[in-house]
């Protein structure tokens, strides 16, 4: 059972957009910035977004982070079939002292 | 350009140690704090703690006090972990990330390869 909550799967076709959400709570995004690691299949995992919206540079601007209060969110835009990967969300809890995750979605580009 | 090299994959039998070892390389070592994170088959990231490099002072995460060691050797810029009495559910890919610290937050880049541990008899 992850601290960060986020859908297992998600979907779309080439061209759409799709969200992942992450909810936590007040002691990890709700007072902490939210970055995010895609993790493609047999990789390791790989700096998306930091500090809730801002990207790397090297990662394509189709790729949008947001948060508000408890969650984040990411937005791909302009779905890529090598964007199929795992993607987690990370914060730091001030409660467990510690970073923690969510459990990771798993895009599929149909 | 900046980058973490671990060691290869290993096969040990319950009870036995391993230790893997992370190589950072493009950048100035103590100036930087490892982490270290495990992946079992098929899961998710667990965050085990992390190693300030400058000052050697470990931190664990919950779950991982007792049989888990970090440490260094800064001639080398090489950061360790070492499990000792490991047992099956210690199979997992273990991976180093190097903190970055901004005023605007904190996150892991860039990431080891990592390090696949296998414990089996």
């Known amino acids: 059972q992850s601290v960060l909550t986020q859908p297992p799967s998600a979907s779309g076709t080439p061209g759409q957009r799709v969200t992942i959400s992450c909810s936590g709570s007040?002691?990890?995004?709700?007072?902490?910035?939210v970055n995010w690691y895609q993790q493609l299949p047999g990789t390791a995992p790989k700096l998306l977004i930091y500090?809730?919206?801002q990207r790397p540079s090297g990662v394509p601007d189709r790729f949008s982070g947001s948060k508000s209060g408890t969650s984040a969110s990411l937005a791909i835009s302009g779905l890529q079939s090598e964007d199929e990967a795992d993607y987690y969300c990370?914060?730091?809890?001030?409660?467990?002292?510690?970073?923690?995750f969510g459990g990771g979605t798993k895009l599929t580009v149909l | 350009q900046v980058q973490l090299v671990q060691s290869g994959s290993e096969l040990k039998k319950p009870g036995a140690s391993v230790k893997v070892s992370c190589k950072a390389s493009?950048?100035?070592?103590?100036?930087?704090?490892m982490n270290w994170v495990r992946q079992a088959p098929g899961q998710g990231l667990e965050w085990m703690g992390w190693?300030?490099?400058?000052?050697?002072?470990?931190t664990y995460a919950q779950g991982f006090t007792g049989r888990f060691v970090f440490s260094l050797d800064t001639s080398v810029s090489t950061a360790y972990l070492q499990i000792s009495s490991l047992k099956a559910e210690d199979t997992a890919v273990y991976y180093c990330?190097?903190?970055?610290?901004?005023?605007?937050?904190?996150?892991?880049?860039?990431w080891g390869q990592g390090t696949l541990v296998t414990v089996s008899s």
């Open positions: 990330a190097r903190d970055e610290v901004a005023t605007m937050g904190w996150w892991f880049d860039p």
């Open positions: 493009g950048y100035t070592f103590t100036s930087y704090a």
């Open positions: 190693i300030n490099t400058n000052t050697g002072n470990p």
């Open positions: 007040s002691s990890n995004i709700g007072s902490n910035t």
């Open positions: 500090s809730n919206n």
């Open positions: 990370a914060a730091w809890d001030d409660s467990l002292h510690g970073w923690v």
